[in-house]
Each structure stands twice: as structure tokens, then as C-alpha cells.
């Protein structure tokens, strides 16, 4: 297991906040910012577009962050499109995908908006979508997801791991009873990436989905879609950098992954991801996983002895934990939180508006933990929403 106070190093951030808000988006650590340091001081040109020596040390660093993004994940570096963030990945697919009126897709009620606008704005395509609804904690039975499938399913999108409930869906199932009807998966890993292992190869999605800026520990304005069949897809974007062949009557495209990036690329920001994901790869994604779901659980645990605190999501719980204290308005909490404490958390909805009206409640406080995280941290979080709720009763 790694020494997380020297973890900590790196994250100079940390030594002023109690950083609880991983899941919006996590801190970047020092040798990746040094990366893009780097890329800005001392060798920026444009990716894929000169014979000159900065042009070509920039697309080689760039196609090397593909390389190592593509390792990490197990999918295959031609198939692993850069994007800006999970959003944008998903509308790649939703918009690019060749529908045909009478189409139906099936998404659960516990998905990021991301991961259910999308799919919803296809209605006025003439294309059905079914909304599953999960259990008390959070988690979608496979079952419920297969019922739902009909002879016109094309797709089914789903979350890895919901934002709001921290509960693991069961995608290697959807998955495998899927593909044996002929239906594609969508599995949206914005929580997943980089905080358990991962091997898309074997899980075998369709599409895989997440930001580079969470799990991940990338820059913001980073994101990765995976596609099994990039060719099924039509590019959203059309322009320079993506394009083979233009004559006055057309144009022919490169084959993925240049086809899905049109335009100059983020570049530093795609350093910076590749980076992040070698420090990931370095400190080793099993240990992350032990420490983050740890801290979790023990938060879960203390937060839930505290008299009119309720804690949402299953035992069985991912990095995330969201709770209310009772008569309080989360955000409210959240306040009282940093400027008492400077214990930085989410409050509200969490982008997540259907599955946060199935707790039949205004929103929750989220408390979600990276590697960097410490059990003093979760200490600190559980005695001061305990004084909190004790003002309350
Ligand atoms: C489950 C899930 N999906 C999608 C997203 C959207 O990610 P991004 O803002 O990078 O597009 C998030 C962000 O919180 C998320 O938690």
C-alpha cells in the first residue's frame, strides 16, 4: 500500500483544504502539471499538422498520452478518441450513432444528466427511450434492464458507478445478456475510471465513457471515449486534422481515432492526462481502490451513527457517500462545512435531477474521496457534521 502523506506531496492544494469533492473533479498531480509546464515552455506546436521538429514532439508526446491512456484502460490506442469530458463523449455516440425511427434505448433513472439528455433529445427523432428505475441504494438489477429490451433496442447507456448513490452497477452482466440480443452498451465509467481496475477488452462495452479529469487525475477539459466499432459512428465534428481526401464534390475521413478529433486538439491538456495516468498507473489502481472505498465506508459508517443524519447509497459502496442532515438544506450544510472547517464537498442535485427526486428529497450533500484523501479527513468530516446536526436538534 502506498504512503498517502507523501501522496499528498504532490497535491500542494491539499495543505489548505480538506478536498472531499473527488467525484466533481479531482486534483491534478505535480508531475502532471510539470508535463504540461513543459509542453508550454518548451516544445508547443500543432498535433498532426507540420514537418517541422515542435510539431513533431508534440504529436508524439500527444499519441504517447494515447498510448498510455489506452494501456491503462485495456482498449485498443486506435479506438480511443480524445474528447473534452465525458459529455462530450457520450453526445458523440448519441449524435453519431446511424438511428433509424422506431429505435429504443434503455438508460437507468441513476444517471448523470450527461448520460441521459442525450439520449432523451433523440425522441425528437422518432427513437423511444426507457427509463429503469434502481433499488433503494442505487443499484439497477440487470434483470429489470434485459426486461426492458425490445425487438427495436439498438442501445442500452448505463452508469459504471452512479455520481449520486456511490453503487456499482453489474455492466459485465448487462453486457454479456446484451450482446446476446444484439444490443450495444454504452457504460458511462466517469467514476469508475481510475478508482478501481479496469480492463475494457474484457468487459467488452461498446462505448466507454469518462472525463480525464476525474479518476483519472488529469486536467479539466479532458475526456476519452472508447468505441468498439468507431466505424458505425458518424463524426459530430467535421473539419481540419480529421479529414484524408477533399475535392470539390467531398471529402473522405480518417479512420478513428483522428476522424473523432477535429480541430486542434487539447493538447496540453492530453499531456497532462497521459501523464496523470502513469502517476495513477505508478502508485497502482488496486491500492486506490482499497484506500478510497476504505475511507468510504468508515464516513458511511460514522455518518450514519450521528442522530438525524441519513446516509443513501449501498454498504457495499464505491468513493462516494452522500447524506443529509436532517431539517437542513444541503447546501446550507455544505457552507457551514468549508467556513467552519475548509472541508470542500458537493451539495444539491449533482447534475443527477431523476435520481436525486427518487430519494424523494432537494438534494444531498456528497462527500467523495481520492487517493490523497486521509482517515483523519474523514475524521474531521463525521465530527463536524455531527455538531452540525446536534444545532439542529
Ligand atoms: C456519472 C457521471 N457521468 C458523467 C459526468 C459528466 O462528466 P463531465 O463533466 O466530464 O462531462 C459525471 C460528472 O460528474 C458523472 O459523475
Redesign the pocket.
Known sequence: MYDVHSVREDFPVLKDVIYLDN???TQTPVPAVKAMEEYFLSYAGNHGRGAHRLARETTNHYEDARETVARFLGTDAKKTVFT???????NIVSRGFPWESDDHVIVTLV?????LLPWMRLKNEGVDLTIVRPDATGIVDPGEIMSAVTDRTRLIAM?????VFGSTQDVDTVIRLAHKEDVKVLV????SAGHMPLNIASMDPDFF??????GLLGP?GT?VLYMKEPDMIEPVFVGGGMVRSVTDSGYETEPSPAKFEAGTPNMPGVIGLGRAVEYVEEIGVSDIEKHETSLARVAASGLSGIEGVEVYGPENRSSVVSFNVGGMNAHDVAMILDQTKAICVRSGY???IPGINFLDVDGTVRASFALYNTEEEVELLVDTVSSIASMMA
Not at 452508469?159 to 455520481?163: A, D, L
Open positions: 467525484a466533481a473533479t473534452r469530458n465525458a459529455t462530450e463523449s457520450i444517471e448523470h444528466h450527461s448520460n452508469n459504471h458507478i452512479s455520481n458511462d465509467g466517469s467514476q465513457a469518462t472525463p480525464g479529469h476525474k479539466q475526456g449533482h447534475c443527477a
